[in-house]
């Protein structure tokens, strides 16, 4: 895999004079960004120091505008290796993550040691799949992938080592077990001010869903029922945005966020390893507890008008979590939605929270199925009375908290601020958003106004220590 294109190479040294990089200290996080968009650059440098640090494989993620003259994007790869000094204080263990926009290539790169723990052939089909998330029109759909491809490779080669084998190293053990192999869309890239055009657009993109799965995956009259129709959806690969059983929102959430068939099997996985599950019920919402200790989130249920309950998957509002990682569902909002059915089944009351009682979520809708409505209603009062500044907040919020759609929900927010610049609660709420999209000179630029507000804020002081530990400045080249 390493062997050096000589004529690429001698293309390459004219390019690499104009280029000067010093090689890294050990396990340095190197990441070279010469594409305009370096929004999200300090992010990368943190998930590339995360998964250094836990494998002791030294890593470098370069994207570029464009590959040199006579260059291939596998000779420019090599090249790469060679000039960094790639593995050099890691033990000879280093990975290349190389995309070049002007050509549409990616290129995963490894070192002989790691050949057998990620052969040709797997990388060559994560190369594959990463074409779909790096062209999306969602401008942080790329550090998604990356950040994605990292955590999966980092999974994988401590599971490999742990078996002290190369084990079944197939796509199906990692690629498709971690849906990283799925073509997606990268979603409608929702931003702009007719959202209610984007719903349509969006759900005019989708293809007319199957019959079968239209008739085998309705809404039931019992909330467990309706679970287990949701978990078989996912052991059989359902990643279907129109299933009838899902709320509208997640419908929407789902255009915006494919959900990649094998991905949906995995979670299907951890799904069935924390069987079985309790369903507590509290007027029109449900929830459904898995066992405890077990890395999954609850499933959120609600019922609709014709009494049917729908699933209402879990966006940024209530948890995040990583069940890769084995990490616990963490409740980032108190008081969210669910609480009232969440408290029984758990039998602690939901008081601590990420953002403590900073921000809290915004009641749901009473008709699950109606967003589309809402938001075209509120788009029409705007067209009129653009000051308003209730109807840009619960705007915002249909966006941040039924559809998850954080870019489309940023400026709505910053508009709020502008109009009332004391609500420090819609500052959490953006924090909440630009950490969602790996925004981290948003995030800084918020903590800091947090700071100057609430200068006595333990919560503020404490989470911004830990901010500019995991964020450094970025070094100028």
């Known amino acids: 895999m390493l062997a050096l294109v000589l004529g690429g190479w001698f293309a390459y040294g004219a390019w690499a004079a104009r280029h000067p990089v010093e090689p890294p200290a050990p396990l340095t996080a190197l990441l070279v960004n010469e594409t305009p968009l370096k929004r999200y650059d300090r992010a990368l440098l943190a998930s590339i120091r995360i998964f250094q640090r836990a494998t002791g494989i030294g890593l470098a993620v370069v994207l570029q505008d464009k590959l040199p003259p006579g260059q291939t994007i596998e000779s420019q790869a090599a090249a790469f290796f060679q000039q960094y000094g790639l593995g ?30 990620f052969p040709d052939l797997l990388c060559h089909q994560l190369e594959q799949a990463a074409r779909s998330y790096m062209l999306a029109s969602n401008p942080y759909a790329r550090r998604d992938f990356l950040t994605e491809l990292m955590v999966t490779m980092r999974l994988h080669y401590l599971a490999a080592r742990a078996a002290d084998a190369s ?7 990692l690629a498709s077990a971690y849906g990283l192999s799925a073509h997606v869309s990268g979603g409608a890239g929702i931003v702009g001010r007719d959202y209610a055009s984007a719903l349509e657009k969006a759900q005019a993109l989708q293809t007319a869903l199957p019959s079968h799965l239209a008739n085998d995956f309705t809404p039931q009259g019992a909330a467990a029922d309706t679970v ?30 494919p959900l990649a ?38 499933m959120f249920l609600r019922r609709n008008a014709q009494g049917r309950w729908l699933v209402d998957e879990p966006k940024g509002q209530a948890y995040f979590v990583l069940p890769e990682q084995g990490g616990a569902a963490v409740q980032k909002y108190a008081n969210f939605p669910y609480a009232a059915a969440f408290v029984p089944a758990t039998g602690q009351p939901v008081t601590a929270a990420l953002y403590a009682d900073r921000s809290v979520p915004p009641a749901l809708s009473e008709d699950g199925s109606a967003v589309k409505r809402q938001v ?11 000051d308003d500044v209730d109807a840009t907040l619960k705007l915002a919020e249909h966006l941040h908290f039924d559809l998850y759609w954080l870019e489309a929900a940023a400026p709505l927010y910053e508009r709020v601020l502008q109009l009332a610049p004391d609500r420090n609660d819609i500052r959490w709420r953006l924090l909440d958003v630009y950490t969602g999209t790996s925004d981290i000179d948003a995030q ?14 333990a919560l503020v002081a404490h989470y911004f220590a830990w901010f500019r530990s995991m964020y450094p400045p970025l070094t100028p080249p």
């Not at 800084?444 to 804020?457: A, N």
């Open 167 to 173: 084990a079944d190293l197939t796509m199906s053990a």
């Open 444 to 457: 800084e630029r918020l903590y800091q106004e947090l700071t100057r507000r609430t200068p006595h804020d």
């Open 228 to 257: 287990k129709l949701y978990l078989r959806s996912l052991r059989e690969g359902v990643g279907a945005p129109m299933l009838p059983l899902l709320s509208e929102g997640s419908r929407y959430y789902r255009m915006e966020k």
């Open 376 to 386: 075209q209603a509120l788009q029409d009062r705007l067209a009129t009375q653009p």
């Open 88 to 117: 050099k204080g890691s033990q000879g263990k280093a990975m290349l993550l190389l995309w070049s926009e002007a050509e549409r290539q990616f290129k995963i790169e490894v070192s002989y040691s790691l050949e057998a723990v």
């Open 261 to 298: 068939p094998a991905y949906a099997q995995r979670l299907a996985q951890f799904y069935d390893h924390a069987m079985p599950f309790t369903v507590w019920q509290q007027g029109d919402k449900a929830v459904a507890v898995f066992q405890a200790g077990q890395p999954v989130l609850p």
